[in-house]
């Protein structure tokens, strides 16, 4: 049974730190390309960062870059999200998705609020 599930999610004020992780499991992780979404309320979905399946190549979205890192560990069957300095604006559900021409899955998401 396929299970991406995410953690690390919380409170933090502007500024602050936050480290969420995906735990993976049911599938070859390191046969996929990994990243991370975020839905904010009344909004679409958008990409935050993804990671090929080597760790070889990483892609972020517009207002993350330099603020966020994308990283992987496929001993550990696990996939990590570094944001640093968070804004308000940053507030949403995060979900860690997984995708190959095998398949394509998503995790239930963490809530990540920014606010003072």
């Known amino acids: 049974q396929v299970q991406l599930v995410e953690s690390g999610g919380g409170l933090v004020q502007p500024g602050g730190s936050l480290r969420l992780s995906c735990a993976a499991s049911?599938?070859?992780?390191?046969?996929?390309?990994m990243s991370w979404h975020r839905q904010a309320p009344g909004k679409e979905r958008e990409l935050v960062a993804a990671i090929t399946a080597a760790g070889d190549k990483i892609d972020y979205g517009k207002s993350m870059k330099g603020r966020f890192t994308i990283s992987r560990d496929n001993a550990k069957n696990t996939l990590y999200l570094q944001m640093n300095s968070v804004k308000p604006e940053d507030t949403a559900v995060y979900y860690c998705?997984?995708?190959?021409?095998?398949?394509?899955?998503w995790g239930k998401g963490t809530l990540v609020t920014v606010s003072s």
């Open positions: 998705n997984a995708v190959s021409r095998l398949g394509d899955y």
């Open positions: 049911g599938f070859t992780f390191s046969s996929y390309i």
